[in-house]
């Protein structure tokens, strides 16, 4: 097999930390190192890497989580040693399993090629001490549809480096990461199924780059938002795990990380505020929060060169591996922790707490000092008004509010659990879809609780992923009530108790309701003209019957 030396174009100063001095086989140059980073790798080409690179090491598998609306298998490639193949071997080995997701952004295609270069750097480089104390999944091409369709001028924020790109939503035209509650796309469902519930992976990374904004940082992290579940895994991720990575890559790489978001000109300059993304489980990365496991989301800045984008993500990555390896024992024992912790609260408290439900942005209680961006100048228009155009000075400025905290505007009781009327047989396969224990109760059963009376039905004027979100108000009334035989009963006392409560409560701003699960049966009921009982009943006891003294 002819061999060629993997020497780039910017090695020297790029790619410091690459696997610049050894000598990979042809097939396993990638697409942008071929073309000068003016191109990126179609489904093709990563498929033909996945195939050569499986034939020259014992550490690795390829397989498949589904298949995509275009009927693409999705790759998956696990990395261990020793080697595993499926979820139990992995669960016995005792090691924590780290899930690295890129593309599900087809335009964001970093996180596309750093995947397949760390395969190649540990299976075939010196990072196989990677694999000592975890297991790696990757999936490289997440969105396999969106990312052959390519052209140019799909991100404009990346400045034609690639020249072209895939787009950002699947072969249904949904965006990826916004389907996690509604599960529409395969892709979905085959990764919550295939990855997330089967292997049970201890820290899920999710690979993006940003859409424009001209802060100051190579990279920007978040972790998952998760108020409404337990803090254990964002506590640790979010003070301990990130700010380590953070300092490290500045002293190592001269690399300047921060934390995300964005801001906006209409509030003037110097930056004032500083804006993160939403809460809501609908992204993957929080979702995996509520599920007691920890999550970090990844955001190259778009206006560097590709080349330096994938140095970025590739350092970045390579961190939290070397970091989540070092400390396996510790993640797994807070992530069990966590879990505990939510199954507890359901036995300990259910009927007597209340937990949020919907949530609005708020700042951090530390504003952002020494806060990186490229600085703006401004000038008075023509017609008076006043605008702000980008020069090419980095500055630093001070005392920026972070909104990056959520406080909750709506609370609802931690039920025991939900009964769910045989009827609604739909709904509680989709929770078993997401993992959750639910079982179907084999005679008639009183239960104390309360049910939601339905006294405002809105829905959405305009579509947003293809629904006219839905939300409810009204109030909660106290009744005992009989579940019939073929009923589904769904007891919070399990691991993911606090998923399970978001995505079922009537006034959830991210639940089924919102997705417009219930519209026919609500609107069937005459919601738009007086008030109708939410189908989901909650409960908080079992009522027992005493027998009668002869």
């Not at 499926?86 to 997701?101: F, H, L």
């Not at 507890?344 to 708020?362: E, P, S």
């Not at 600085?375 to 001070?398: C, M, P, Q």
Request: positive net charge; proline residues 5%; charged residues 20%.
């Amino acid at each position: 097999m002819k061999k060629i030396c993997l020497v780039l174009l910017f090695s020297a100063s790029i790619f410091a930390n690459a696997q610049t001095n050894i000598t990979y086989p042809e097939s396993l140059i990638l697409v942008p190192e071929k073309s000068n980073f003016e191109k990126t790798s179609t489904y093709a080409d990563v498929m033909q890497f996945l195939n050569s690179i499986k034939t020259m090491s014992p550490n690795i598998y390829v397989g498949s989580i589904g298949k995509s609306t275009l009927e693409k298998d999705i790759p998956m490639v696990v990395l261990a040693n020793p080697m595993v193949q499926t979820p139990a071997a992995a669960k016995a080995s005792g090691k924590p399993v780290i899930y690295i997701q890129a593309n599900i952004h087809a335009g964001e295609i970093e996180g596309k090629e750093v995947t397949m270069m760390l395969m190649r750097d540990i299976l075939l480089g010196n990072k196989k001490d990677l694999l000592n104390n975890q297991i790696i999944v990757f999936v490289p091409i997440y969105n396999t549809d969106g990312n052959d369709k390519m052209a140019k001028g799909l991100r404009p924020s990346q400045e034609n480096s690639p020249l072209e790109t895939g787009i950002r939503e699947n072969g249904q035209g949904l965006d990826l990461n916004r389907d996690g509650i509604k599960m529409e796309a395969p892709e979905t469902r085959a990764m919550i199924q295939q990855i997330i519930t089967a292997w049970d992976p201890q820290m899920t990374v999710d690979l993006h780059t940003t859409n424009g904004t001209w802060h100051g940082y190579s990279l920007t992290w978040a972790p998952g938002y998760l108020y409404a579940g337990q803090r254990e895994t964002y506590d640790y991720t979010n003070a301990t795990i990130l700010p380590y990575i953070t300092q490290k890559v500045k002293e190592k790489n001269d690399l300047m990380f921060g934390p995300f978001g964005d801001f906006s000109l209409r509030e003037g300059w110097p930056v004032k505020n500083f804006y993160t993304y939403n809460h809501h489980p609908r992204y993957i990365i929080n979702q995996i929060g509520l599920r007691n496991r920890m999550s970090i989301l990844s955001e190259t800045f778009a206006h560097e060169r590709f080349y330096q984008r994938i140095h970025t993500c590739y350092v970045f990555v390579n961190e939290i591996l070397a970091y989540c390896n070092q400390h396996a024992v510790e993640i797994m024992q807070i992530n069990k922790a966590a879990e505990n912790a939510a199954i507890q609260q359901v036995l300990n408290n259910a009927g007597t707490i209340k937990k949020g439900v919907r949530y609005k942005m708020v700042p951090t209680a530390q504003p952002i000092n020494h806060f990186r961006t490229y600085d703006y100048i401004k000038y008075s228009k023509a017609d008076g008004s006043t605008a702000f155009l980008k020069t090419g000075k980095i500055a630093h400025y001070d005392s920026v509010n972070y909104y990056a905290s959520f406080k909750d505007t709506v609370q609802a009781v931690l039920p025991r659990g939900y009964i769910i009327p045989a009827a609604f047989a739909s709904i509680a396969e989709h929770l078993k879809m997401q993992g959750a224990t639910v079982t179907q109760l084999d005679k008639k059963q009183m239960y104390s609780g309360e049910s939601f009376s339905i006294e405002k039905f809105t829905k959405a004027t305009r579509k947003f992923e293809g629904h006219f979100m839905a939300s409810a108000e009204g109030n909660f009334v106290a009744k005992d009530f009989v579940a019939e035989k073929g009923d589904f009963l769904v007891d919070l006392a399990q691991p993911l108790a606090n998923l399970i409560f978001y995505t079922l409560e009537p006034q959830s701003d991210d639940g089924l309701l919102n997705w417009n699960f219930f519209d026919t049966y609500l609107e069937a009921n005459g919601v738009n003209t007086k008030p109708v009982d939410f189908p989901i009943m909650k409960y908080f006891s079992i009522k027992t019957t005493s027998k009668k003294k002869k």
